[in-house]
């Protein structure tokens, strides 16, 4: 009869799980560090506001897209750029400031531009066009299916070392056994 494999060494004793928990906590990590810095903000401005707003500066962010890494002497990808602009609440009167990213444009200071917000969330203002926050969500959220897919492969593990463990428990009926019963009750 087999020992009894333990909860702990069903999710962590194997290399299978081993290799399951690394991946989602390494891509976790990864996932997580682009997450920061992702726009995921696209549901809020499917109702919005206008507003006619000015560009007050615009300045190089130290993140770009694409281009070969610096550490291998390549020179940098597009830049993305961030928009400090201001406008008028409509509602209010009150001077409101906000900031928008793009990629590869940087608008000129004085520059009149339309401004989106939420009904009634004119902090949450933006350029139309542009983003809240500097890198699109496309990279993050497919890099968030690497930890999706440790965590299906553990559990994977986990449910196959429980099945085997059942298989072999004593209290598992087995086909020899029941068909030894059947005969005796056929006499």
């Known amino acids: 009869m ?16 081993g290799f399951a928990w690394g991946l989602a906590a390494l891509s976790g990590v990864f996932a997580w560090i682009f997450l920061v810095d992702a726009d995921l903000s696209g549901w809020r401005y499917r109702r919005v506001e206008t ?18 890494p ?18 008028t609440d409509a509602r209010t009167g009150a001077r ?7 990629t590869g ?26 983003r ?8 993050p959220l497919l890099l968030s299916l690497l930890p999706a897919a440790g965590l299906c492969i553990a559990a994977f593990v986990f449910a196959r070392l429980l099945g085997r463990q059942a298989k072999s428990s004593p209290m598992a009926p087995s086909r020899r056994s029941s068909s030894a019963s059947r005969e005796r009750s056929d006499r």
């Open 2 to 17: 087999p020992a009894k494999i333990s909860v702990f060494r069903a999710l962590f004793g194997t290399a299978d799980a």
């Open 96 to 102: 409101r400031s906000g900031v928008s990213y793009q």
């Open 105 to 130: 444009v940087c608008l000129d200071p004085g520059r009149e531009v339309i401004a989106e917000h939420p009904p009634g969330e004119p902090e949450r203002a933006r350029i139309v066009g542009q």
């Open 51 to 68: 507003v006619t707003a000015r560009v007050e500066y615009c300045e190089r962010t130290e993140h770009d897209v694409g281009g070969p």
């Open 70 to 87: 610096r550490r291998q002497g390549g020179g940098r990808g597009t830049p993305i750029f961030k928009h400090y602009f201001a406008f």
């Open 132 to 139: 809240a926050k500097p890198h699109s969500p496309l990279i």
